[in-house]
């Protein structure tokens, strides 16, 4: 039976290491050792970690070298744990120590704010997620908008969000937020003010779960 | 698709000089213009404005926010069961559907899947908040221009949509029904056929609207080499969904990817549009309600029996990792990238939301357009305010 579903074009065989190294490669072809560290997930995705200043050169290589012409979305990461924890804290006992220490998750990096963005190409059915790290003193990347028209809207909302600054990018003018708000509220030293003025009801407010008498999750 | 930006270009440049000649003398002054935040064309609170020479359309920008819930930060404070609550509420329409990728994403942190009949199930869910999402597009589509009748169809047709989803999850708007490793519940007695009866009505709500809507000479004047977005620039913007496939590509999250949902297991079309016009947009979304019923009907003949909720611990702690999940919702893309840190909530989810990026390129397509083609095209781009801001 030929399904109407199938695609017509030919998929170079999705369970794609072969297909994802290949990208890798490609990307360390173009820009060299502004590829810092790659991580691929046979059959699922790929990963790459490129050197700041690479971030532009990065996305030029993936549409023009891989062939990414699909742009999906631009935005970034806080490494850095909460110091408010979930926001859970009872506010009459004194704070709990935290760990502090800043884990960047795969493909590793040095610095506390990451920026990542996702590409694919509609050819081969491909998806690639490309970090870069964000300087901690001086949060500025090249902008994508010479690279991606589309980036536009996800710099700006990730300016005021991170306070990461596009090099080149015209208008950086708020999107969610009003013009004059202080702060960047996805970082994670930003309360969640809704946690703060109001106690989490459920430090105080606890009902066994059913079954609690067993002890915890049997399976886990 | 040049023949149609060249016709588009074409009839404004004949415009123009028709608009030159009564301006010899009238010379016209900018002017502008606030479209919203409260006009039925934005679909809740969108504002746009526009800058006018005369009747054309020289610079456009929206202006979102009214609705931002903060949905990003909210989710570090939650467990990853609890943060399901919030992301129904992205795409209010046809909520099940964002709830998907988000436990999908989780699922495949935590390397576990859904049995096969919790994934039919899934797939049927997520195929009816595609008709109940896209049915009340297809009503609201005549009132942008002038049309009532369409819109009291829609809504007589898409509340069997939503008594399917009622009886079956609890909710009729948010369902919270998608469970990590699973469902929350099995389908209840007689709800396979009395689907199949829905499915029947709202293919016959298709062809109504059809009947009404496009054959109607008014409707395709208005929307016929209107706002033509070509390929590329559809694809630089990242574009998705039926406004993707308007434009002449042949990209579908159902088909081109590999995800534990149903879609794999039976027979459906994609449909394309070559012209990537107002046209394009709406015929697309006609297309894919009535490939949905296809979908649901024929996902319904072969649900697998067996158990709908797989073996999870009680506790859900989500393995340290990185995980990007998208799904091909109503209104386009719709994807989560989950960073676990091996604790009881996620430690930041991006949520990439279809409008997002849908109603980025108005800036783009509205320049050099007409006043009253700008709420056709806000029309056929379709979004949904709750996914733009999140």
């Not at chain 1, 506010?91 to 040095?110: A, F, L, N, S, V």
């Not at chain 1, 105080?204 to 609690?212: A, F, K, Q, S």
């Not at chain 2, 964002?98 to 869910?125: C, D, G, H, S, Y």
């Not at chain 2, 930041?348 to 509205?366: D, G, Q, T, Y």
Request: proline fraction near 7%; aromatic fraction near 10%.
């Amino acid at each position: 039976m030929v399904r109407l579903s199938e695609t017509t074009t030919e998929t170079p065989a999705l369970p794609g290491d072969g297909l994802r190294e290949r990208i890798v490669g490609q990307v360390r072809d173009v820009i060299g050792d502004g590829l810092v560290d790659s991580l691929v997930k046979p059959g699922d995705d790929v990963w790459l970690r490129v050197r700041t200043d690479a971030w532009r050169a990065a996305g030029m290589a993936l549409r023009d070298a891989v062939g990414c012409d699909y742009f999906c979305f631009l935005s970034a990461i806080d490494w850095m744990p909460s110091p408010y924890g979930r926001g859970e804290d009872d506010p009459t006992e004194p704070p709990p120590e935290r760990d502090d220490t800043i884990r960047q998750g795969y493909t590793g990096g040095e610095t506390r704010l990451q920026v990542f963005a996702r590409v694919y190409s509609i050819d081969e059915h491909v998806g690639v997620t490309v970090k870069a790290d964000v300087p901690d003193d001086d949060p500025v990347v090249d902008s994508w908008l010479p690279v991606y028209a589309g980036a536009n809207w996800h710099e700006r909302e990730t300016h005021e969000m991170f306070g990461i600054r596009f090099a080149g990018h015209p208008d950086l003018r708020n999107i969610y937020l009003p013009t004059d708000f202080e702060g960047h509220p996805l970082r994670k030293d930003f309360p969640l003010i809704a946690r703060m003025v109001k106690p989490w009801p459920g430090i105080v407010d606890v009902e066994p779960l059913p079954g609690d008498g067993e002890g915890e999750g049997s399976d886990d | 698709m040049t023949d149609l930006l060249d016709r588009q270009k074409l009839s404004y440049i004949a415009a123009q000089a028709a608009d030159a000649r009564l301006n010899v003398e009238l010379e016209t002054e900018g002017m502008t213009l606030n479209i919203g935040p409260q006009h039925p064309a934005t679909h809740g609170t969108l504002r746009i404005i526009v800058r006018l020479d005369g009747e054309q359309v020289v610079w456009a920008e929206p202006s979102a926010g009214y609705m931002h819930r903060g949905y990003e930060k909210l989710t570090e404070v939650r467990t990853f069961p609890q943060v399901t609550t919030l992301v129904n509420r992205i795409d209010w329409l046809g909520s099940f559907a964002n709830e998907v990728p988000f436990i999908l994403a989780a699922e495949k942190l935590m390397e576990i899947e859904a049995p096969p009949r919790a994934q039919w199930i899934r797939t049927i869910l997520f195929e009816l908040s595609r008709i109940a999402n896209v049915s009340l597009f297809l009503g609201d589509l005549g009132v942008q221009m002038g049309a009532i009748t369409p819109v009291f169809l829609a809504f007589r047709d898409r509340e069997y949509v939503l008594n399917l989803i009622e009886s079956a999850t609890g909710g009729r708007f948010h369902p919270n029904f998608d469970r990590i490793g699973g469902l929350k519940d099995d389908l209840p007695k007689g709800w396979i056929d009395e689907t199949r009866q829905v499915m029947k009505k709202l293919r016959n709500f298709c062809d109504e609207i059809e009947d009404l809507l496009f054959g109607n000479e008014i409707f395709q004047s208005r929307t016929r080499g209107i706002g033509v977005i070509p390929r590329e620039v559809a694809l630089q913007y990242g574009l998705s969904g039926a406004n993707l496939r308007a434009s002449g590509v042949d990209w579908d999250l159902r088909r081109d990817q590999s995800l534990p949902l149903a879609y794999d297991q039976i027979d459906w079309k994609v449909w394309t549009h070559p012209d990537g016009d107002s046209f394009a947009r709406c015929w697309m979304r006609l297309q894919e309600t009535r490939e949905a019923t296809l979908i649901v009907d024929r996902l319904l003949d072969g649900i697998p029996s067996g158990p709908i909720m797989a073996k999870v611990p009680r506790i859900i702690k989500v393995p340290e990792g990185e995980a990007w999940v998208s799904t091909e919702n109503p209104l386009g893309e719709m994807g989560y990238y989950v960073v676990s840190k091996g604790d009881l909530g996620p430690f930041r989810v991006k949520i990439r939301s279809a409008s997002f990026n849908n109603i980025s390129i108005v800036p783009w397509v509205l320049r050099g357009v007409y006043v009253p083609d700008v709420i056709t095209i806000l029309a056929s781009l379709y979004f949904i305010l709750g996914d733009i801001d999140r």
